[in-house]
């Protein structure tokens, strides 16, 4: 359960609550609000936000999920049926990123063919054949060489016309290699944020959950000694992400491996909080939107691409409902948004609805 609420937390972000935080600091331009709006705006190039932290925790909730998944398959279908049930599951979650994107809508040459849905794809495959044939000691090997590798190729091999070593916007070998072979719309101009090359560092991230989930089922001890060497194992990478900063910096946009360990670090250690909480604590109350979301991430995800939420939203509380409430009006259009999302989450989750790739 404690997976599934941190799964649920994490995707209430992606339903629409930074919108709330950009409302709160427009109707009320305290400090406080500010730090807000900007913890949920993702960093320009350099540097961490909070936001910046949603996309990574989902791929290594993934990861940990994995664990649980494919040890189900493997018990049921053997090795052979879980490695088609993982490829099959990759398959469909890329096809729904295509789809999320306009698909062949606008022509071949506008075809996302790298975005979110398509990495966690991608990295969830990696993820889970690194499960399934590789022992642990050796998924620790594949994760650090992965995160030594990208920083090897970025800072030693040369950008044509540039040189090696450059990490800015459009001077780095990730978004020199997307502009030269990543067909199709790329969300940045000429290069992607869920590009090619960054597409390695990403499959470290699901292997951080992998080892995380590996951790908790297999190895013994009660929930508080997990909860506790899961929170020490995040501050130690966190810790050695900002270290590796100055040297190599933590840059979402291409993923770099100072940010997976950051990212990682954080992730590992709201593991701990959640199990804690719900493992240990055994809390419950005030806790139940989260799972009604956790239980239906990729229908949630998906419906916010398909529907528009904020004009629902808009209709309902617009007009004069908002305007009776003034400079707090977006507050409510904002908030009336998201909550549109858990209504979606609490009907499916009512009625034992719970749709899965």
């Not at 400090?31 to 936000?49: I, K, M, N, S, T």
């Not at 900002?242 to 670090?265: C, E, N, Q, R």
């Not at 908002?322 to 009512?350: M, N, P, Q």
């Amino acid at each position: 359960m404690s997976l599934d609420v941190l799964r649920g937390f994490d995707m209430l972000w992606i339903l629409g609550m930074e919108e709330v935080g950009v409302a709160l600091f427009k109707a009320n331009n305290a400090p406080w609000a500010r730090f807000v709006a900007e913890q949920l705006d993702h960093a320009a190039w350099a540097g961490f936000r909070f936001l910046d932290l949603i996309f990574p925790l989902f791929v290594f909730i993934a990861g940990v999920s994995l664990v649980y998944s494919t040890d189900k398959n493997v018990s049921v279908s053997g090795r052979r049926g879980a490695v088609i049930k993982l490829l099959k599951r990759a398959l469909l979650l890329y096809v729904l990123g295509l789809l999320c994107y306009g698909g062949l809508s606008k022509g071949i040459d506008a075809v996302r063919w790298l975005g979110v849905l398509q990495r966690i794809a991608i990295c969830g495959l990696a993820g889970g054949l690194a499960y399934l044939f590789l022992k642990e000691r050796s998924r620790v090997i594949l994760t650090v060489s992965l995160l030594v590798g990208y920083w090897a190729l970025l800072a030693l091999v040369p950008v044509p016309g540039i040189g090696a070593g450059h990490f800015a916007e459009g001077q780095n070998l990730t978004n020199w290699i997307d502009s030269q072979y990543l067909p199709g719309l790329k969300w940045d101009g000429n290069h992607d944020p869920e590009g090619l090359l960054s597409t390695l560092p990403a499959i470290a991230t699901a292997l951080l959950g992998v080892l995380a989930g590996g951790w908790l089922k297999h190895h013994p001890g009660s929930v508080w000694r997990k909860a506790a060497q899961l929170a020490t194992a995040g501050a130690v990478l966190a810790a050695l992400g900002w270290a590796w900063h100055p040297f190599f910096p933590v840059i979402k946009k291409i993923w770099t491996s100072s940010y997976v360990l950051v990212a990682g670090g954080y992730s590992l250690m709201l593991l701990a909080l959640f199990l804690a909480i719900i493992d240990g604590w055994k809390v419950r109350r005030g806790l139940q939107p989260f799972l009604w979301i956790g239980m239906n991430p990729i229908t949630l995800y998906l419906s916010h691409h398909f529907f528009n939420y904020s004009e629902v939203s808009t209709a309902l509380l617009g007009g004069p409902v908002a305007g009776a409430f003034g400079a707090w009006g977006d507050v409510l259009i904002a908030s009336g948004t998201v909550l549109l999302g858990i209504w979606l989450a609490w009907f499916l989750y009512s009625r034992k609805i719970f749709l899965r790739v």
